[in-house]
């Protein structure tokens, strides 16, 4: 049983940044499919970012070049730095693992964007 706790989201000024974690117990990140997904009001949950066990990244073209995931050493937390941020960025952020042909998702944090 993989669980997950994010952190980290807030009300934050456009252009400002913040770092979302997801801390995980019974999972080493580095070794499993970890993504961060946003849900906006009204809007469907969108991938933000993923990355995979031999260390590949994706991000979403609307976050690309802003936006940077990581692990860290022990592989029990994954990160999100969020720079750059806009209106457009505001929505509930969860993380997410796929392990073993099963996905587990963190509650979500918040993040709000607005001056």
């Known amino acids: 049983q993989v669980q997950l706790v994010e952190s980290g989201g807030g009300l934050v000024q456009p252009g400002g940044s913040l770092r979302l974690s997801c801390t995980a117990s019974g999972s080493d990140l580095r070794t499993v499919i970890t993504a961060w997904y946003r849900q906006a009001p009204g809007k469907q949950r969108d991938m933000v970012a993923r990355?995979?066990?031999?260390?590949?990244?994706i991000y979403s073209d609307s976050v690309k070049g802003r936006f940077a995931f990581s692990i860290d050493n022990f592989g029990s937390t994954a990160y999100l730095q969020m720079n750059n941020l806009n209106p457009d960025d505001t929505a509930l952020y969860y993380c997410?693992?796929?392990?073993?042909?099963?996905?587990?998702w963190g509650p979500g944090t918040q993040v709000t964007v607005s001056s």
């Open positions: 990355i995979y066990p031999f260390g590949a990244t």
């Open positions: 997410k693992v796929n392990k073993e042909a099963m996905e587990y």
